[in-house]
């Protein structure tokens, strides 16, 4: 397990900040958001220090999600099954420019009941161009191959 002493979440992990904690497990911890965009807005985070996701091992990403679906529950947010009315969004940001401001990876929680509160997403999209995506897809495909081939 590691841990960044001045890290604050590595701190709320140990207790030394304190916070309105959720769910733990001996990999997993989770909490109210200080700062909820939604009532039930929720932070789970590893136990691993680690400010971008690629940094998490897997083991640890494997304990967390399981770990997100039982928060769903507790915050009744599994209760609509219409792709109508209320809803929820899990979002987790890597880079100053991604949104991040806290430098260990954490997942937020939060509940979409109404258009004014919780996640607002808006991106940029293309056109499809399908001779451009093909393009890509086999510089990705070469890629994949040589990613394979390295973990043999
Ligand atoms: P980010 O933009 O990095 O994805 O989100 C960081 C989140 O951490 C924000 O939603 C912010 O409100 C929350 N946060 C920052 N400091 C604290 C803290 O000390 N305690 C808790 N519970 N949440 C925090
Ligand atoms: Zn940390």
């Known amino acids: 397990m590691s841990s960044n002493a001045s890290c604050i ?3 709320i992990i140990k207790g030394e900040i304190p916070s309105f904690k959720l769910i733990e497990t001996a990999k997993t911890y989770s909490f109210l958001d ?3 965009t939604a009532k039930g807005h929720v932070l789970i985070i590893p136990k691993h220090h680690g400010a971008k996701l690629h940094n998490i091992p897997d083991d640890y990403l494997s304990d967390l999600l399981p770990v997100v679906k039982r928060l769903a529950r507790v915050l009744k947010l599994d209760e609509n099954n219409s792709p109508d009315g209320e809803g929820y969004n899990v979002l987790q940001n890597n880079g100053r420019i991604a949104h991040q401001v806290v430098d260990h990876v ?10 004014k509160t919780g996640l607002i997403v808006g991106w940029p ?3 499809t161009n399908f001779p451009k995506l093909e393009e ?3 510089e990705l ?3 994949l191959e040589k990613e394979e081939s390295e973990k043999l």
């Open 9 to 11: 979440f590595c701190k």
């Open 106 to 115: 954490h997942f937020h929680l939060i509940p979409k009941r109404d258009d």
């Open 141 to 143: 495909k070469k890629e």
């Open 34 to 36: 200080i700062q909820p």
């Open 125 to 127: 999209a293309e056109e």
């Open 136 to 138: 890509y897809y086999n």
